[in-house]
């Protein structure tokens, strides 16, 4: 099977590293993959603050191209693009009249039979685990993890219907079968503060020192997310945040994807690990990884 693959705007711009990455991995685990043709925003956070209707027609878009384009499963990596998708598909499935109300305003046949799924839950089952196994190259020991998936995976339940809503393992999972220890701890879907970084940004430093303290106190030495935008807050503004609260963290922020492509034998350049604020690489060394 090959599926429809929505990067979303993230994915080719701030976060190319979990782009490059998840295509990578892919590619190793024999998991076809296309674009979507002509894909566009799905609105994320904008679009439904402005516009209910709008925020529903983006997504829908993006979903009705997929289907024209005869795919059956669309991968969303971007957990923002991943709600949004999984939101537009809920709403239109139960909301009288809203079907044919956004195929009046997009012009387009929109069937909203094709199934939006996160890859954390490509890469889990029997089958795939088996793959990842015959993949691993290098094992990730020495690096004590924490799975933070961050707010928008599995909230709300009912719509996203994403792994446990308030314990979810999928990416421990995957991570530990790459050799690395995940460890048990308290703020796997704590928010840290994205939709504020640029307006209440001490508001933002607040919540991450949270989250760090939390990975602190059960003794990890990296973090692996699922989300650009819990990427870029955990890795941009954690220096800010050692200087705020006079407290020392250092924590390398990966993407989970990154991780199987380390194990999988991929190199430190064609990850994009380079790219990160927070240097994985002294880490990495330091565990005889890299």
């Not at 922020?253 to 194990?263: K, P, R, V």
Request: charged share 20%; hydrophobic share 40%.
């Amino acid at each position: 099977m090959k599926y429809a693959y929505y990067p979303g705007c993230s994915l080719h711009s701030t976060a190319s590293e979990y782009d490059i990455s998840f295509r990578s991995v892919c590619r190793m685990l024999h998991v076809a993959i296309e674009e979507i043709p002509k894909w566009a925003c799905c609105g994320s956070t904008p679009a439904h603050s402005t516009s209910h209707l709008m925020a529903l027609a983006l997504p829908g878009r993006v979903i009705s191209q997929a289907e024209e384009a005869k795919f059956q499963k669309i991968l969303v990596p971007c957990a923002s693009c991943f709600q949004r998708l999984k939101t537009a598909q809920y709403e239109v499935r139960n909301y009288s009249g809203l079907h044919e109300t956004l195929e009046q305003v997009l012009d387009r046949k929109l069937e909203n039979k094709a199934e939006v799924i996160h890859p954390l839950e490509l890469f889990i089952g029997e089958e795939m685990s088996n793959r990842i196994a015959d993949a691993v190259r290098k094992r990730l020991e020495g690096l004590k993890v924490c799975c933070y998936y961050g707010c928008l995976l599995t909230r709300p339940p009912k719509v996203m219907n994403f792994d446990e809503c308030e314990y979810p393992m999928s990416m421990d999972t995957i991570v530990s079968a790459l050799g690395a220890e995940t460890l048990d701890w308290n703020a796997k879907t704590s928010c840290c503060g994205a939709s504020l970084s640029l307006t209440k940004s001490d508001h933002v430093c607040k919540l991450i020192r949270d989250i760090f303290q939390e990975a602190k106190a059960v003794g990890a030495n990296a973090i692996a997310v699922a989300c650009p935008l819990c990427h870029s807050n955990l890795d941009t503004r954690q220096q800010e945040t050692e200087i705020i609260y006079k407290e020392k963290y250092g924590f390398p922020i990966f993407y989970f994807t990154q991780l199987m492509g380390l194990a999988f034998g991929e190199s430190i350049k064609a990850l994009g690990l380079k790219k990160h604020l927070v240097d994985p690489r002294p880490l990495l060394s330091e565990v005889g990884i890299a």
